[in-house]
């Protein structure tokens, strides 16, 4: 293996956005027949590495070679062209076509000048059987299941005579069974001499399957490594660098806590098709971080105890009363807020000021008819502004004109203007540069120790580590494991998510 | 002139308001006396007051439409609903219905009524709004040549017909309408946290879910809103000719009444929206009309003029289009 | 099992064999190969337009503009054969061209600027009644003896049927949109815009000439229906086929294609085109019906389409 060559080296690639530098003279080099994972933690320049390599954003500066020959694809046809092709998380195909043309489509052979769907149908069927599916090519592509729609995503990429293949987090939303059968396949492609970059949040996939490792940190490159020599927690502290050591002193420190009051307690919880019935208590007070891979049931806890989705069994306390929520509405009245973990897309209000995307929980709670005056408007926008140090000038400035930080600490201060005694966190540091990260952990640990109750969840461990005082670890849709004081590391928490 | 600029809120105004004090001033240069006011009999006259008079329905109709269009929606129905309502009034009328709170009642009710369809449908079906209209806009002049039995109807009825040429404080009772609504919407958006919930549903339909905004009760509202509104400028429309034209009333007005928010610098993708914004582009386009005639170009110009007026809006709503024009002011900065 | 997404088709088919017999049923000369042809006869440049608002519908969009650009058609080539003595042959290439470069114009904005297509063709809608009634307010006949041939032309099927030479047109028209839709790139480009944008752009589909090929076969379209809608009329006015836009909308509809694009096919807006002639067919037989109820009836057709399109795309 050491013998082969580079089948792509990309050398002191440089990007810059509008006040973003996001990459800074990063080198990978990709070989043939190799699995090489990219890993980082979010923000560190992974995607817009992969944009630049697919053709999406432009460089600007640096080389990119394919078998040693320069390359400047402008767009994704010209780098497929060229032999990259790319898989994505939430499959990039067409889900009204049929699976073949979904496979042909842009390449379908002719006949006489008009497609031949024969033949497309037959070939199709042909190349899926390499890929262990038996299936009817002709139905829509929506028909089938994201696995499913993964591998023919794949098979599509490699059979437009790919070189190299790049698998932007394919797993998050496979099932176990799921993620051996494309483990398979991958080793199956790396066999034939294709070279594949590997793009996972999965520590645990990284060694079941990668020979080598590129770690991005802050838009750098941190190093290239082999997957067999390097241990997980030097890999850790690669992806996360010093921050790790000053997390990792915080652990255990609120460890040894006396019985508080509870908040919240969840009696067998749940939701068909989201939730199996699950237990939960949250004191008074109490950071209970949920701990779980995409698609554990992290998520859909969190909008069941908030009421976006309405649970089929079980039953939730809150501060001592029985609820039962049909709106979102009611648990913002009770007193919760939830931080959802799409910011963009669940969270802001866009074209909307910082002031109005601050006040509004408020204004909810108190119902449309009472209108909080301008000037209370402005005072509260102010005081949050300044309390949580939001970066900006003007509370008239839409949000979306923030950075995703000033974003999420908007939203922050939209929920604590609303005076909760709950407050639920999904991802909160997702997609926020290392220094608001900091501030946002800071500002958890603030706000329970003035008696706010918090939920978090989060895929960051050490993030989890640093500030839960409980963590509940989910896997399938199931709690599999409550831990506590010392038992609060990286390490039991990766054992809990990885345990049969 | 700096505040002004810096403040997100009133630049929007900068671009609409230039634009109508600029036809207001060609029309100065054409004619003179088109600012002339006379007091008569206690009422205003002059050509100000004309296109006051003449932007009425279409005002009426901005405002429904302004928040329509502030939830991401859009309602092409507006001109089939104002037929409907002038047909009913009229049929009311016909069939010796004297009481005006009657026949006024009976015309918002059907305004209602189709606002509360278009509504469910959007709202409760979600189906996309330029299709949940378009069945009204389709049905809605069928349903109003119905009522008509396919004539039309002519009526006289003396305090009905006040709606559309009677006179209140010397204007037209069109315009006083236009107030009282303004004024109503205005308060009812602004002085509670509705509007504010508008423009949060039609900034982000899904984060207003997860903050507990009944977006579907929100649209069902802004649709009744904009059914009322055409109602009431069929009714006024009816009240002017005194007849009911099922094939003629209101038609094309859902267009102006589109192009009079959009004017008013609103984005058809939903969220900010003004009404007096809307109103002023009510009036541009009133205003354009009027400076194309006393101009002395032939009114067959009108159509013409006035896409080119909606294609050079949507131009300069667009980020693209603004980046090249400044890379294009850039370039001959350089060169020039 | 059928294919889920047949069944709008099948829907829409059984409607027209049902809406034909209940009429062939209740009137002695309803149920003949005359009546039916007649319906192509009659609506031929309607679905010649529908064929166009087909292709943009399945791409997602909407052209409003189909029923201005008719009139315009009319009126341009009235002016140029009656006024400058052209010979239609020559016309004609000459409007298809400017047709086609109207829409072409139209998505370009579209995808340049990244406006919505209503609200561009809209402003095409009015640019076109606009132009047509700048050339001419008023009415212009055309008088040709290449007219008076084409209306002359035409078979004589069994059972007093005639197919005439806009019949003619149409089911050409018909056969090639087809095969364009299902047996070129160009029709799979067109269901994969309608089906995401995104995914299409990232397997290499090109957007921009896509979406300005999907405009500009519309406009054609609408610029030969103009032609067609001519041979009817002999004449051309700056307020001809006011609202065939909405028609052919409602006939893409009421042929099993979603709104919201992505599926459906091209025969669909022939039998959705064809239940609209049904319809209105019926009304004139029946005598005492009057003639709004064929905007009724297309009203609540249209809402039980597209309500049924909604409980399918749930039901998945």
């Given amino acids: ?46 995607s817009t590495l992969i944009k630049v390599m697919t053709g999406v954003y432009t460089r600007d500066g640096g080389d990119i070679l394919l078998e040693g020959k320069p390359i400047f694809p402008s767009n994704t046809g010209d780098a497929q062209a060229l032999g990259i092709s790319t898989v994505y998380q939430e499959v990039n195909l067409l889900p009204n076509l049929s699976v073949a043309h979904n496979i042909f489509l842009g390449r379908e052979p002719k006949r006489w000048g008009l497609i031949d769907w024969k033949t497309i149908n037959r070939q199709s069927h042909a190349l899926l059987k390499d890929y262990d599916l038996d299936i009817d090519v002709t139905r829509p592509l929506s028909s089938y299941s994201i696995a499913v729609q993964q591998l023919i995503a794949i098979a599509r990429g490699v059979d437009m005579s790919a070189k190299v293949l790049i698998l932007d987090e394919p797993t998050a939303s496979l099932d176990a069974d799921e993620v051996q059968s494309l483990f398979r396949i991958m080793r199956s492609l790396k066999e034939r001499g294709i070279g594949i970059v590997f793009v996972t949040h999965f520590l645990d996939q990284v060694y079941a399957v990668c020979d080598r490792i590129t770690i991005l940190r802050n838009a750098e490159l941190v190093g290239e490594f082999d997957a067999a020599t390097l241990s997980r927690p030097e890999l850790v502290g690669h992806m996360l660098g010093k921050e790790l050591a000053a997390l990792e002193e915080r652990m255990h420190q609120t460890a040894g806590e006396q019985q508080r009051p509870s908040a919240l307690k969840l009696t067998q919880v749940g939701r068909a098709g989201s939730l199996e019935p699950i237990d939960l208590q949250v004191a008074q007070g109490e950071v209970v971080g949920l701990a779980g891979l995409l698609g554990s049931g992290r998520t859909e806890l969190c909008r069941l105890i908030f009421g976006v989705d309405k649970k089929q069994t079980g039953t939730v306390i809150f501060h001592g009363k029985d609820i039962h929520l049909s709106s979102t509405k009611e648990a913002i009245d009770l007193g919760m807020g939830l931080c959802p973990e799409d910011r963009k897309h669940d969270g802001i209000l866009g074209p909307l000021s910082i002031r109005e995307n601050i006040i509004l929980a408020q204004q909810i709670k108190q119902g449309w008819w009472r209108f909080i005056p301008r000037k209370q408007q402005n005072a509260i926008a102010e005081k949050y502004v300044k309390d949580i140090n939001i970066a900006t000038s003007d509370i008239e400035k839409p949000i979306e004109q923030l950075s995703g930080g000033n974003q999420q600490k908007v939203i922050l201060a939209r929920w604590l203007a609303s005076n909760p005694s709950l407050l639920i966190l999904d991802e909160p540091t997702r997609g926020i540069d290392i220094g608001a990260h900091a501030e946002i952990i800071k500002l958890i640990r603030q706000l329970c120790d003035q008696g706010l109750s918090l939920i978090v969840a989060s895929s960051e461990l050490e993030e989890l580590v640093a500030f839960s005082d409980k963590v509940v670890v989910l896997r399938d849709r199931k709690k599999v494991a409550e831990l506590t004081g010392a038992d609060i590391q990286p390490d039991t928490i990766m054992r809990a998510i990885a345990s049969a | 002139m700096n505040a002004l600029l810096s403040n997100p809120q009133l630049r929007r105004y900068i671009w609409p308001v230039a634009g109508l004090l600029l036809l207001l001033l060609i029309n100065l240069v054409i004619s003179p006396e088109f600012f002339n006011l006379t007091f008569k009999d206690g009422r205003f006259y002059g050509s100000l007051i004309d296109v006051l008079n003449r932007a009425a329905p279409i005002a009426l109709l901005a405002i429904g439409m ?163 509104c055409a ?11 005194k007849g009911s034209d099922a094939n003629n009333a209101g038609l094309w007005l859902e267009l102006d009444a589109i192009l009079a928010v959009v004017i008013g610098g609103a984005s058809l993708m939903g969220g900010r929206f003004s009404l007096l914004l809307s109103i002023i582009g009510a009036l541009i386009i009133q205003t354009l009309t009027v400076t194309i005639i006393m101009s002395g170009i032939p009114p067959k110009f009108n159509l013409l003029i006035k896409a080119s007026a909606i294609i050079l809006v949507l131009l300069m709503q667009s980020p693209r289009f603004q980046q090249q024009l400044s890379s294009l002011m850039l370039w001959r900065k350089r060169h020039g | 099992m059928v294919n889920r997404k047949f069944i709008p088709l099948i829907v829409t088919c059984c409607l027209f064999f049902l809406l034909f017999g209940i009429g062939s049923v209740q009137f002695e000369s309803f149920g003949t190969p005359r009546v039916f042809f007649n319906l ?277």
């Avoid at chain 2, 109602?231 to 000719?241: R, S």
């Fill in chain 2, 66 to 228: 302004t928040l329509v269009i502030a939830t991401g929606g859009v309602d092409l129905s507006v001109g089939s609903v104002m037929a409907i309502a002038g047909a009913v009034s009229a049929y009311l009328i016909v069939s010796g219905v004297d009481s005006l709170t009657v026949i006024i009642a009976g015309g918002l009710a059907a305004g209602l009524v189709g606002g509360m369809i278009n509504g469910v449908l959007v709202g409760y079906l979600n189906i996309q709004p330029i299709v949940a209209t378009l069945i009204l806009m389709v049905a809605g002049r069928g349903v109003a040549q119905l009522i008509n039995e396919g004539q039309i109807v002519t009526f006289q009825h003396e305090a009905f017909s006040f709606l559309g040429t009677g006179y209140f404080l010397g204007l037209p009772f069109p315009v006083v309408l236009v107030i009282i609504t303004f004024v109503l919407v205005q308060l009812l958006m602004r002085r509670t946290a509705l509007g504010l919930y508008v423009e949060a549903v039609g900034a982000n339909a899904s984060a207003s879910r997860y903050l507990g905004i009944n977006a579907k009760a929100i649209k069902l509202s802004v649709y009744c809103l904009a059914g009322l």
């Fill in chain 2, 231 to 241: 109602a009431l400028a069929g009714m006024i429309a009816a009240a002017d000719i």
């Fill in chain 3, 40 to 316: 192509l006869t009659d609506n031929a440049f309607l679905i010649i337009a529908a064929v166009g608002m087909t292709f943009v519908i399945l791409s997602g969009g909407i052209d409003l503009s189909v029923g201005a650009v008719i009139a315009l058609t009319g009126v341009i080539s009235s002016v140029l054969i009656s006024q400058y003595n052209w010979h239609p042959l020559v016309v004609f290439p000459v409007v298809l061209l400017l047709g086609t470069g109207f829409g072409a114009a139209m998505g370009a904005l579209i995808y340049v600027y990244k406006l919505q297509p209503f609200i561009v063709t809209l402003a095409g809608m009015f640019l076109a009644r606009g132009l047509a009634s700048v050339i001419s307010e008023e009415s212009i006949p055309i008088t040709h003896e290449f007219y008076d041939a084409v209306s002359m032309f035409g078979f004589e099927l069994p059972g007093g049927a005639w197919i005439g030479s806009s019949t003619i047109i149409c089911l050409v028209v018909l056969v090639i949109a087809i095969i364009a839709a299902h047996y070129t790139r160009f029709g799979g480009r067109v269901y994969a815009l309608g089906g995401d944008n995104n995914s299409a752009a990232l397997m290499g589909v090109p957007l921009a000439s896509t979406t300005i090929a999907i405009y500009a076969t519309s406009s054609f379209l609408a610029t030969l229906s103009g032609i067609v809608y001519s041979f009817y009329t002999f004449s051309g006015y700056s307020l001809a086929a006011v609202g065939v836009e909405l028609d052919a909308i409602a006939a893409v509809v009421i042929g099993g294609t979603l709104l919201t694009g992505g599926y459906g096919y091209v025969i669909g807006t022939l039998v959705g085109v064809l239940i609209m002639g049904v319809v209105q067919t019926y009304i004139s037989f029946d005598g005492t019906l009057s003639s709004w109820w064929t905007k009724i009836v297309i009203g609540v057709l249209l809402f039980c389409f597209i309500a049924m399109q909604r409980a399918l795309s749930r039901a998945q």
């Fill in chain 1, 1 to 46: 293996m050491s013998t082969t060559t580079a089948v792509l080296q990309l050398r002191g690639i440089q990007k810059k956005f509008p006040g973003v530098h996001a990459l800074k003279g990063v080198d990978f080099t990709l070989r043939t027949g190799e699995i090489h994972a990219l890993l980082g933690e979010n923000g560190a320049g992974k």
